[in-house]
Nanobody, 123 residues
Framework: QVQLVESGGGLVQAGDSLRLSCARS????????MGWFRQAPGKEREFVAA????????YYTDSVKGRFTISRDNAKSTGYLQMNSLKPEDTAVYYC????????????????WGQGTQVTVSS
């Protein structure tokens, strides 16, 4: 069974950086796109970033462009989300997801989801 496990969340101050990791295990094709989503209290889950398997093409929501960087290390079956210049509005539970339907902003592209990691940014 495929599993995704996020790590790296925590409590930081505005302007700080964090790097989230998403480790993949189990029977899954390594040729899967990976995405990061987040959900703040009282809000719907929203797309943050995604990276394709072919070509490593990246996608970002406008609010994180220039601050967040998504990457992957296929040899380690691990994806990353480097978050710089964090803002209080980035506070949320962050989820990674994987799927074979290509990378993009729709949650329906992804078949497997992690349990989430909390990121809290204080002002």
């Amino acid at each position: 069974q495929v599993q995704l496990v996020e790590s790296g969340g925590g409590l930081v101050q505005a302007g700080d950086s964090l790097r989230l990791s998403c480790a993949r295990s189990g029977r899954t094709s390594p040729r899967s796109a990976m995405g990061w989503f987040r959900q703040a209290p009282g809000k719907e889950r929203e797309f943050v970033a995604a990276i394709s398997w072919i070509g490593g093409i990246t996608y970002y929501t406008d609010s994180v462009k220039g601050r967040f960087t998504i990457s992957r290390d296929n040899a380690k079956s691990t994806g990353y989300l480097q978050m710089n210049s964090l803002k209080p509005e980035d506070t949320a539970v962050y989820y990674c997801a994987a799927g074979l339907n290509g990378a993009g902003s729709s949650s329906r592209l992804y078949d497997v989801w992690g349990q989430g990691t909390q990121v809290t940014v204080s002002s």
